[in-house]
């Protein structure tokens, strides 16, 4: 059985940062990917970015510039900061691995950490 636990929400003020984190455990494929996404209030969940198990990145737009990505795979531990932020990025952020590339079939879940930005 894969777990994804989240943690390293908060709540923050305009231009604060955050560093959230997502470890995997569990049998997983060796060649996966891990993401990022976000659901705010009354939105449908969104992609923020990801990274595969050899360090590729995909980013949503509007992620670039404020927000990193990394990811220490002896430990299956994947990261986000998240720097400049702002109202917008309110939103409860879940992690997400899933075999790469993939086909179909199973992927896994966490269950989220809530981020707050005060304006």
């Known amino acids: 059985q894969v777990q994804l636990v989240e943690s390293g929400g908060g709540l923050v003020q305009v231009g604060e940062s955050l560093r959230l984190s997502c470890v995997a455990t569990g049998s997983f494929s060796s060649s996966n990917v891990m993401g990022w996404y976000r659901q705010a209030p009354g939105r449908q969940r969104e992609f923020v970015g990801s990274i595969t198990h050899d360090g590729r990145i995909t980013w949503r737009d509007d992620g670039k510039g404020r927000f990193s990505i990394s990811r220490d795979s002896d430990r299956n531990t994947m990261y986000l900061q998240m720097n400049n932020l702002e109202p917008r990025d309110t939103a409860v952020y879940y992690c997400?691995?899933?075999?790469?590339?993939?086909?179909?079939?199973?992927?896994?879940w966490g269950q989220g950490t809530q981020v707050t930005v005060s304006s």
């Open positions: 997400n691995i899933r075999p790469f590339p993939f086909t179909g079939g199973h992927d896994y």
